[in-house]
């Protein structure tokens, strides 16, 4: 039989030898402008940050991290933007999940509101919150100046990531691929574990680093709700504040790196995910 | 009977797809679900595979009422057009995806879908992904993956219909080789009419979601029920009232019995086939013939001939139309 040879099978595409191309008049003038503008706008002020935060050498630089307070603000910080991004993993798909397959009334409504955490100030979110869980809750529900308050805040904000990244993987989704399984014998449940889930654990992964970034540095949502104690619920970004404003600019630049190491590692794992990702894709 | 289907109705909203569909299909056998599209063919095949549930009636499968069994419990291999491959899979794993959902042992499983690659000569592709594949090598997989379970029925929705012209024809024959290996009923969807007659042992005709022929291939290219299966068989032509295939037509330039005078319009050469396009009794008309009785009668526009059936050609007589 004639069919097709595995060579007229296309090799799988080489990055770099895409890379090494010449750039042509164009591609620069936009190259440039983007990695002027990109450098003006994040790379060079970042940098700065970095810079300043060794200003007095990095014995100072482990100092100003490690004071009691700023290690505390560190700690929840990162433990509470962890939890609420696991937490958005599993809810944020569930959320993406009855979006997109079931049907109700006012689910284009939903689908709006989704947005909302993005939209508003996040003071105003902090302000909602503390209506609803502070000390005169309707609900009965006082949340205000405790850690719990502080991880209800970086949920209200960080809602719409994994809902927004996982929603139109699962809209793509070609259903065939389910009626195959379920031809071959497999149950629902077999279907979806085998079958829907791994095509979403990318979107599902992005969205959860997605969330976790914006969550370690949240500061105007957890400022009314959280009432910033030191040693108890005082995040990182309030404390670089109230850093700044005891004039401590090295140890504010400090704790700031921290954030970005922590945020940057968070990024490149998201991207190393992807590419594993698109690979398999 | 593999598969028996009674009485099926279906609509989607208020728009009837299946309209009293009864079919029958015998064990070891191709057969071909054929029509235009919207017809209602790829709805009986999903109805079968249990994708869809029919309204009324019921579906059998090796004597079993399968009407209210879900897709899972009817052990059908189903294969559709744009071949479902499950993309975060290799190959291998896909082939085995039934397999493991079966518990079989691991050897066992390694030993069958090796087998199965092999069959569909994709054996050297088991590492890859389905996007490292061609349509046709995908096509090929996902037969390989719905054969791994040793279904009662194979059914194919349109299986070539997403592949090129070449490669079409190539899996074409290879399937009708590959039943004669497996001898597992299979149903296939097409729009098609050369490739159901070329493939299938049985050709059911669906148009408007109803039946309109149940034959082998030479019985409804030769004997149509209808007008409508004629045309959409073959070629057809009309002359004195009937429907002729075009390559049933006799031309002379001397009248004879039962014959009809026409003009010649236009003649095309085809290779080794001339289309005559003629003018009988200011109808326009079609007559197929070599390229030798083309040039033996001198055929040119404008030239005055007599048409009539061959003796022995099938026709239809049009009644009101």
């Not at chain 2, 390989?144 to 929705?157: C, Q, T």
């Not at chain 2, 005559?276 to 083309?294: H, I």
């Not at chain 2, 040039?295 to 007599?306: D, R, Y």
Request: proline share 6%; no cysteine.
């Amino acid at each position: 039989m004639s069919v097709e040879t595995p060579s007229r099978t296309a090799p799988p595409p080489r990055a770099g030898a895409r890379r090494r191309r010449r750039v042509s008049g164009g591609t620069a003038l936009g190259l440039g402008s983007a990695v002027l503008y990109l450098s003006l706008i994040v790379l060079i002020p970042l940098a700065l940050v970095v810079v300043r935060s060794t200003d007095e050498g990095l014995g100072y630089f482990w100092k100003a991290v490690t004071t009691p307070d700023a290690w505390a603000a560190l700690t929840l910080t990162i433990g509470a933007s962890a939890v609420v991004a696991l937490v958005n993993l599993v809810l944020g798909t569930l959320i993406a999940w009855v979006l997109v397959r079931d049907r109700f009334p006012g689910k284009a409504i939903v689908d709006t509101l989704i947005d909302l955490p993005f939209a508003l100030p996040t003071i105003v979110a902090g302000l909602v919150l503390l209506a609803l869980y502070g000390p005169e809750s309707p609900l009965g529900v006082n949340l205000a100046y405790s850690r719990a308050g502080v991880g209800l805040a970086l949920l209200f904000v960080t809602l719409p990531f994994v809902v927004r990244t996982v929603q139109p993987v699962l809209i793509e989704l070609d259903k065939d691929m389910e009626q195959a399984a379920a031809s071959l014998g497999a149950s629902p449940f077999q279907t979806f574990r085998r079958i829907i889930l791994p095509n979403l654990v990318p979107a599902m992964l992005s969205g959860t680093a997605l969330a976790f970034t914006r969550a370690i540095s949240e500061f105007g949502s957890t400022v009314l709700i959280s009432g910033n104690l030191p040693f108890r619920t005082q995040v990182a970004a309030v404390n670089i504040f109230s850093q700044i404003e005891g004039d401590n600019t090295t140890g504010a630049a400090a704790i700031s790196t921290v954030l970005l190491v922590v945020a940057l590692v968070a990024l490149l794992a998201l991207d190393l995910l992807q590419r594993w990702g698109s690979r398999r894709g | 009977m593999a598969i028996e289907v009674r009485d099926v109705n279906k609509s989607f909203g208020t728009t009837p797809v299946l309209r009293d569909v009864s079919v029958d299909v015998a064990s070891g056998s191709l057969t071909a679900l054929l029509g235009p599209s919207g017809g209602g063919k790829s709805t009986l095949l999903r109805v079968i595979a249990g994708l869809e549930h029919p309204d009324t009636g019921t579906v059998r499968i090796s004597g079993v009422d399968a009407t209210r069994l879900s897709p899972q419990r009817r052990n059908v291999g189903f294969v559709f057009q744009h071949y479902a491959a499950f993309k975060h899979m290799t190959v291998f794993r896909n082939v085995a995806f039934g397999l493991e959902i079966r518990k079989r042992p691991k050897d066992e499983i390694r030993r069958r879908v090796m087998e199965l690659l092999e069959l569909v000569h994709l054996e050297r592709m088991a590492d890859r992904y389905p996007s490292q594949l061609s349509g046709g090598q995908r096509q090929r997989m996902a037969l390989a993956r719905a054969l791994a379970v040793e279904p009662e029925v194979l059914l194919l929705d349109e299986p070539f219909g997403a592949l090129d012209a070449q490669v079409r024809k190539e899996l074409r024959t290879w399937l009708r080789r590959l039943h004669d290996e497996v001898h597992v009923t299979t149903v296939f969807v097409t729009h098609d009419q050369e490739e159901a007659i070329e493939v299938a042992d049985t050709v059911v005709v669906l148009a408007d979601g109803a039946v309109e022929q149940v034959g082998s291939p030479s019985d409804v290219y030769d004997n149509p029920a209808n007008p409508f299966v004629m045309r959409f068989l073959g070629p057809v032509t009309e002359i004195g009232g009937s429907l002729v295939r075009p390559h049933d037509i006799e031309i002379s330039t001397e009248p004879r019995p039962g014959g009809d005078e026409a003009s010649v319009t236009r003649v095309v050469r085809l290779g080794f086939e001339v289309r005559v396009e003629l003018l009988v009794d200011g109808r326009e008309a079609w007559a197929q013939v070599t390229r030798g009785t083309a040039e033996q009668l001198a055929l040119a526009p404008g030239a005055t001939v007599h048409v009539r059936p061959t003796p022995g050609a099938r026709s239809l007589a049009l009644t009101g139309a």
